[in-house]
């Protein structure tokens, strides 16, 4: 486990903010949301996409509920990040795009 991930824990533990998974996934659904609020609120709504501007608190809220999910769920977030990092770089080898699609 990471070091951000372990202060996350921590952190949850230490404030008696533990939650089952799946109101963990529902926090970090609200928080992703946040950031398609900044971004659709910076572009006016997509009209200016050059614009776009997301606050840095809400990615790191992203991140802590991304980091509290794993921690849930006893997943290592550094391992899962360098499981998928070898998937892009395989897709990226064998058909120039790290998406799951053909």
Do not use: C, W
Request: glycine share 6%; charged share 30%.
């Amino acid at each position: 486990m990471d070091e951000q991930q372990r202060q996350v824990a921590d952190f949850v533990e230490a404030h008696g903010l533990e939650t089952p998974p799946a109101y963990r996934l529902l926090d970090l659904v609200s928080e992703v949301g946040e950031l398609a609020k900044d971004a659709n609120e910076s572009t006016d709504y997509g009209s200016t996409p050059e614009t776009v501007s997301i606050e840095p608190d809400e990615i790191g809220d992203a991140l802590f509920a991304l980091l509290a999910i794993a921690d849930a769920l006893e997943i290592d977030a550094e391992e899962a990040l360098e499981t998928a990092m070898a998937k892009y770089d395989a897709r990226m080898d064998e058909r120039d795009t790290p998406g799951s699609g053909t």
